[in-house]
């Protein structure tokens, strides 16, 4: 059964940090992207970042560039998204996915953590 379970979500102040992590399980990813998407009550869901297991080359949203940093490690099976700099803006339940071909669906989803950052 293949999973994606993100976890690091909480409660921070606008400028602050916070690393979420996403554990994968179930099968292998090495040929996948994996990303991160958020979705704020109200607001459609939004990319913020992929970055592909092989090469490690990484792509973000324009809305995030320069502030947030994708990364895997192969060794865990786990990608991360390290969030700097954070703004209220960004406050939304932040998804993992995975997807074989980044011009189609996304083909797994985690379940979310939740971010919320306070001004």
């Known amino acids: 059964q293949v999973q994606l379970v993100e976890s690091g979500g909480g409660l921070v102040q606008a400028g602050g940090s916070l690393r979420l992590s996403c554990a994968t399980s179930?099968?292998?990813?090495?040929?996948?992207?994996m990303g991160w998407f958020r979705q704020a009550p109200g607001k459609e869901r939004e990319f913020v970042a992929r970055?592909?297991?092989?090469?490690?080359?990484?792509y973000y949203g324009d809305s995030v560039k320069g502030r947030f940093t994708i990364s895997r490690d192969n060794a865990k099976n786990t990608v991360y998204l390290q969030m700097n700099s954070l703004k209220p803006e960004d406050t939304a339940l932040y998804y993992c996915?995975?997807?074989?071909?980044?011009?189609?669906?996304?083909?797994?989803w985690g379940q979310g953590t939740q971010v919320t950052v306070s001004s």
């Open positions: 970055i592909r297991w092989s090469s490690g080359n990484t």
């Open positions: 179930g099968r292998t990813f090495s040929r996948y992207a």
């Open positions: 996915a995975a997807t074989i071909n980044i011009y189609s669906d996304w083909d797994y």
